[in-house]
């Protein structure tokens, strides 16, 4: 079993109090049901049409979930920096297959831990309850409607500089051409905006 105080632990102990407090004794449940996994860049963590089963914590890179139409065109869903969750949470959901991928986008580590045990250990604690919620509430609501709202209602400008809020560091770390995926542009048009600002 992963030690309590290993740094990787100790970050995704960080995360969850980030969203409600949580006891070491409740989060000590989930001790026994992690693994710390290595990935290598361009690593597929779940295959499109895959039926997802895993949970993952990022502790060190950069993951990004994305699908591809029969021309090739790359779509990228979202990215997943580190000190955040991942996973292809409908399909794990509902189980059935993945309507995309989940890569790796640079060399780093993982936490990764079966979803449905990840719930069983949530259901048995009132403070892991606390904290599923509020991030649900945050991540697939609130995350989820602002992107909503910027792809509707923002020009492409407006989108690369909302996208730059959330994610500084991204544009040095990642190819341009999954930044203009994320944002619905073309790489020519990530490239004139970034010149115009």
């Known amino acids: 079993m992963i030690s309590w105080d290993?740094?990787?632990?100790?970050?995704?102990?960080?995360?969850?109090?980030?969203?409600?407090?949580?006891?070491?004794?409740?989060?000590e449940a989930f001790l026994p049901y992690i693994k710390i996994r290595d990935v290598q860049k361009n690593e597929n963590?779940?295959?499109p049409g895959q039926t997802a089963r895993n949970i993952y914590f990022v502790c060190e890179g950069i993951l990004v979930s994305q699908?591809?139409?029969?021309?090739?065109?790359?779509?990228?869903?979202?990215f997943?920096?580190?000190?955040?969750?991942?996973?292809?949470?409908?399909?794990?959901?509902?189980?059935?297959?993945?309507?995309?991928?989940?890569?790796?986008?640079?060399?780093?580590?993982?936490?990764?831990?079966n979803y449905e045990r990840y719930k069983q250990v949530i259901y048995k604690h009132e403070d892991l309850k606390n904290y599923y919620i509020a991030n649900l509430e945050q991540n697939w609501i609130i995350e989820n409607e602002?992107?909503?709202?910027?792809f509707a209602a923002e020009n492409a400008t407006e989108r690369y500089l909302s996208f730059l809020k959330q994610y500084?560091?991204?544009?040095?770390?990642?190819?341009?051409?999954?930044?203009?995926?994320?944002?619905?542009?073309?790489?020519?048009?990530?490239?004139?905006?970034?010149?115009?600002?």
């Open 146 to 150: 602002r992107r909503q709202i910027s």
């Open 67 to 78: 699908w591809m139409d029969d021309e090739a065109n790359v779509y990228v869903k979202n």
């Open 80 to 113: 997943f920096v580190e000190s955040h969750l991942a996973g292809s949470t409908v399909s794990m959901l509902t189980n059935t297959p993945s309507g995309f991928g989940i890569e790796s986008v640079e060399d780093g580590t993982i936490l990764e831990m």
């Open 168 to 197: 500084p560091k991204l544009p040095q770390r990642v190819p341009q051409w999954l930044i203009a995926s994320y944002l619905g542009i073309t790489p020519t048009q990530l490239s004139r905006i970034r010149k115009d600002l």
């Open 45 to 47: 963590i779940v295959f």
């Open 6 to 27: 290993h740094p990787h632990i100790q970050l995704f102990y960080r995360y969850l109090n980030g969203f409600a407090p949580v006891s070491q004794a409740s989060f």
